[in-house]
């Protein structure tokens, strides 16, 4: 598994914050706001995956939990950090991103880091295994159709 330090400095993030559920479509619709619109279904499936796995997975779709997305544009990048308040989790992968080390029982949820890494540019967690970091470049898009923070 690679782990990486997260940014600590997301103070210039937009930041959304929802008790856990699944009930995810004005999370999503907010999220999306700003993205290309002929990009939506593609970012729409990725963040539904990560929001999905910090509600359920994560947070055990406990309601006093939250699952905290700070997002943001810089540089001709979008960038999603998705946080939970669970006990984390191990991901190992082998050299390939279709052989997920988990037990049988488990291997139904593992399609699901296996699409984020599908459709995004860099998917990168904290050691803990509650946060990830997901990141899309969209360099052919101009600057005044994108949030700027």
């Not at 943001?72 to 006990?87: K, M």
Request: net charge positive.
């Amino acid at each position: 598994m690679i782990s990486i330090k997260l940014p600590v400095n997301v103070s210039n993030w937009k930041t959304v914050s929802f008790a856990s559920t699944l009930y995810l479509c004005p999370i999503l619709d907010l999220l999306l706001e700003k993205i290309p619109k002929q990009l939506h279904p593609e970012i729409r499936l990725g963040l539904q995956e990560a929001l999905v796995n910090a509600a359920k997975h994560g947070n055990k779709l406990d309601p006093s939990k939250r699952v905290v997305v700070k997002f943001c544009y810089h540089r001709g990048e979008y960038s999603w950090l998705v946080c939970d308040q669970g006990n984390g989790f191990v991901r190992n992968c082998n050299s390939s991103l279709n052989e997920l080390d988990l037990p049988p029982e488990e291997a139904e949820n593992g399609r699901g880091l296996c699409i984020l890494h599908q459709i995004f540019d860099q998917v990168l967690w904290n050691h803990q295994g509650t946060q990830v970091k997901l990141s899309k470049q969209f360099h052919q898009f101009s600057k005044s159709s994108l949030l700027i923070c």
